[in-house]
């Protein structure tokens, strides 16, 4: 017991000096960019979005999966795949960034290009997290990300001097990959390019379905901002961002909690079965308590004033959107405790099949109600979204256990049989 809680209070740290960095970086950029470039800069995060998930997808999430408490050096032999798998994938998009910049030119295309630059290197120290968790050396990546955080003061100071889109999202991807060295140095892994495709090859039975499952969760966020730009204006992604990095400590949360989340369900399942549902409510569970209660705080206690001192211009059309966004959250952050449980269970068929139903979910709320009522109707559609797809994800974990329990069942029949022959 004391092991899990020192693991998940790791998980805890490590998160909140994410979601920091990420609120801070947003804010800074929202109050010198204003709601036009910050609109391009918000495309050029999401776009990283979709990378990173492509990159867990592939290299990370089977490493926590078949890899969370084995010995050292099975570790270290996985982890210097998948970390070179992780890079492989940030070569490959960064180049697909860098090349859409070119196409589409101005301030989004500069941003895009700066973002294929950086992609590699964040891909790298996002991996270094993912292993640190597996091995249940938390405090090594709350160090990787704190190095992050203080390496983003000088360089956001320098970028804001002559602030552009460009400098922004350079100064927070070099940042990133100054992490990611250190992160090299305390994991003493040299990643290997090389192995990235018998990494592939070995795990494909579950790195393609996770490829999909979190391809359609940012894609479908992605999509759906491109789809609000389209109907309602740039500076509507503009708007979602804003009121969305006011729940940023949480949001964020959601994101990554498959940092702790699917390792310490993997150690919980190998215990019982029975165990897991547990689990995932309590985890679920909380992070939806949080939620609710930061966006309650933020609608009832933040002064306007506050508000435009943080976001700037942005802050007069996002405010409006505090209610959706909290519920939305508070919605996907109890779903993450069933999305965990279905990860350590590794059907990774029955999860696939239930993230295809969330996104679609998501992707038609979001963009439907954008087209009807731009910001605040997207909000809303993603809000009634997310709840919906509440029933699926926890239909499907049950589901899940109950076939595992069967499995378990046979199989202990199976091997009392030679007993009884015997006696």
């Known amino acids: 017991m004391h092991g899990v809680l020192r693991r998940l209070t790791w998980g805890l740290a490590d998160q909140a000096v994410t979601s920091l960095v990420s609120f801070v970086v947003g804010i800074v950029v929202a109050r010198q960019l204003g709601a036009l470039e910050f609109g391009a800069f918000s495309l050029a995060w999401v776009t990283y979005g979709v990378v990173v998930n492509i990159s867990r997808g592939l290299a990370t999430d089977p490493l926590a999966v078949r890899f969370s408490g084995v010995e050292r050096q099975a570790w270290r032999t996985a982890v210097a795949s998948s970390s070179g798998m992780a890079i492989v994938v940030g070569l490959l998009t960064g180049a697909v960034c860098a090349l859409a910049g070119l196409l589409i030119g101005g301030g989004t295309g500069a941003a895009f290009l700066a973002l294929g630059a950086v992609l590699p290197g964040l891909m790298l120290q996002d991996s270094w997290r993912f292993a640190f968790f597996a091995s249940g050396q938390g405090g090594k990546a709350f160090v990787s990300d704190i190095t992050w955080a203080l390496a983003l003061v000088p ?39 090389s192995r990235a495709w018998r990494w592939l090859s070995d795990h494909r039975d579950l790195g ?42 949480f949001f964020i949360v959601l994101s990554g909690v498959g940092l702790v989340a699917v390792p310490e369900a993997a ?10 549902s547990v689990f995932c409510l309590l985890l679920g569970g909380a992070q939806a308590v949080a939620a609710l209660a930061w966006g309650v705080l933020l609608l009832f206690a933040l002064p306007d004033e506050w508000g435009h001192a943080l976001l700037g211009e942005v802050w007069l059309t996002a405010s409006a959107l505090i209610l959706p966004a909290t519920l939305s959250v508070t919605f996907a952050g109890f779903n993450t405790g069933a999305a965990a449980g279905l990860r350590a269970l590794g059907i990774a068929r029955r999860s696939l099949r239930a993230q295809l139903c969330a996104s679609t979910f998501y992707l038609v709320g979001g963009v439907t109600g954008g087209a009807i009522g731009g910001a605040l109707g997207s909000a809303w559609g993603a809000a009634c979204a997310t709840f919906s797809a509440a029933f699926v994800w926890w239909f499907t974990l049950r ?24 006696t």
């Open 208 to 249: 393609l379905r996770y490829l999909t499952e979190n391809l359609t969760l940012s894609g479908a966020y992605q999509l759906r901002m491109y789809g609000l730009g389209a109907f309602a204006g740039v500076a509507a992604v503009g708007t979602v961002r804003g009121a969305e990095m006011l729940l940023g400590p």
């Open 399 to 422: 589901t899940g256990i109950r076939e595992r329990e069967q499995l378990e069942s046979e199989l202990d029949s199976v091997q009392e049989m030679p007993e009884m022959r015997n």
């Open 155 to 193: 360089l956001l100071y320098l970028a804001s001097r002559d602030a552009s889109v460009t400098r922004f999202v350079l100064a927070w991807g070099g940042a990133g990959i100054f992490a990611a060295l250190v992160s090299g140095f305390q994991a003493g892994v040299l990643p290997r390019v």
């Open 267 to 276: 150690r919980v399942l190998r215990r019982s079965v029975r165990r897991l």
